[in-house]
């Protein structure tokens, strides 16, 4: 193991390098003098910021923090499909060398899909220590998740997600914590089905009004309260996961199909699922009050979406042509909001010029009675009231190959 000190974002760390498979991996370590130490496994996504004040706060209580964002350390793309495709040998590796190199107990620690990677190291290591019939396998405790997505691919729009064959055969004590306003928030009971079908211990707490912890322009105050409260929490967790024992045995991972490679549309797809587009009773982002309960006569879509992804407010203008260019003709755009604050979304809407109301769904409970995984994701609705086409991801809505599409519909 190589130590060098660092200061790019992260005072009182310092950079290490821990050789895994032949392969020299880049980490933060927050050193502590204490009995306990946390891989923390990154996703990589956005900004750092606030996953290393968190380390350091919790080194300043008496545990280690190893700090790792694996595709990085790789070299590899940054994407969901790369983490995915990780098969925990990794990880399993630094969990052994962690302890190795300073005798300590660990906790993994992850969120969003780095905890695919993460929970298959944890059986890998499970696996070794059971080869190995030793009693000093024994210092695993658990892992610490927040919000995991576990989807081994996101399926076509109104399908039900996959997941990844890892969240059922997993068996290690685990602390989940969902953030309440996040986009799988409303698909908390798979996941925890999934995990405790492997006879996992999980322990669970939602983050009300939070959508990421560790999300920069996450600004509620919710958010700053748990942020506070984070670091002596992670302590309770550490100390409370140590207490359970970690199985030594493992369940059977029964091999999924190949995840697609990308789960983005990038045109209109046929509507391939068998639901029927939902009444719709909300609120307005002004306060006002909509219903729809008949979607026949017109062509409507219905875009969820939110302010914090990208790729929605990117697609807004091409939504406002579209309307512009349908005006006069049987069509309906219906845009609903997903889980955030009336103000927030009255403070967005006087920035970003938009040309339809804006529905509020303000705790996300609508959102998942139409299954929606991703956002922005839209659903077509032909004249006859039927969906014919779903699209999961911001497309260009005003191109001639769309609005042609569209146009079709309403002569039929």
Request: charged share 20%.
């Amino acid at each position: 193991m190589l130590l060098a000190s660092t200061c790019w974002g992260a005072e009182s760390a310092e950079e290490i390098t821990v050789e895994i498979k032949d392969t020299e991996l880049s980490l933060l370590r927050f050193n502590a003098e204490g009995e306990h130490l946390i891989i923390w496994i990154s996703p990589g996504f956005g900004d750092l910021q606030r996953s290393y004040d968190v380390a350091k706060t919790i080194s300043s209580r008496g545990i280690e923090v190893w700090h790792i964002d694996l595709a990085e350390s790789l070299f590899l793309p940054q994407s969901t499909n790369t983490l995915r495709a990780l098969d925990g040998s990794y990880v399993a590796g630094l969990i052994a060398e962690a302890h190795e190199s300073t005798g300590k107990t660990v906790t993994l620690m992850t969120r969003s899909y780095a905890a695919i990677p993460a929970l298959r190291g944890a059986r890998l290591w499970q696996l070794q220590a059971a080869n190995a019939d030793n009693h000093q396998y024994d210092y695993l405790t658990g892992a610490i998740l927040f919000s995991p997505e576990l989807y081994s691919e996101i399926p076509p729009l109104g399908l039900d997600p996959v997941y990844d064959p890892i969240a059922s055969a997993t068996n290690i004590p685990i602390m989940l914590y969902q953030s309440g306003r996040r986009g799988n928030r409303w698909q908390l009971d798979k996941t925890l089905e999934q995990l405790q079908a492997g006879g996992a211990a999980v322990y669970l707490k939602i983050l009300p009004g939070v959508t990421g912890v560790f999300y920069l322009k996450d600004n509620a105050a919710e958010t700053s309260d748990v942020l506070n409260q984070l670091p002596e929490e992670i302590e309770r967790v550490v100390h409370m996961l140590e207490r359970i024992p970690t199985p030594k045995t493992v369940n059977k991972l029964i091999a999924g199909g190949k995840p697609a490679v990308s789960s983005l549309d990038i045109s209109l797809n046929p509507f391939i699922s068998d639901m029927a587009p939902l009444e719709i009773n909300l609120k307005t982002a002004s306060g006002e009050s909509f219903t729809r309960e008949d979607f026949t006569g017109k062509v409507t879509l219905v875009n969820f979406w939110a302010s914090w992804c990208g790729p929605c407010v990117e697609e807004i203008p091409a939504l406002n042509r579209l309307r512009e260019h349908m005006k006069d003709r049987p069509f309906e755009l219906i845009s609903i909001n997903y889980a955030e604050k009336p103000q927030q979304i009255r403070e967005f809407l006087n920035m970003v010029k938009v040309d339809f109301p804006v529905l509020l769904d303000e705790d996300g409970s609508y959102s998942a009675k139409w299954n929606v995984l991703v956002y922005p994701a839209t659903f077509v609705v032909a004249t006859d009231g039927n969906i014919v086409y779903g699209v999961n991801g911001a497309i260009e809505w005003d191109s001639e190959e769309i609005t042609g599409k569209l146009e079709a519909l309403m002569v039929k």
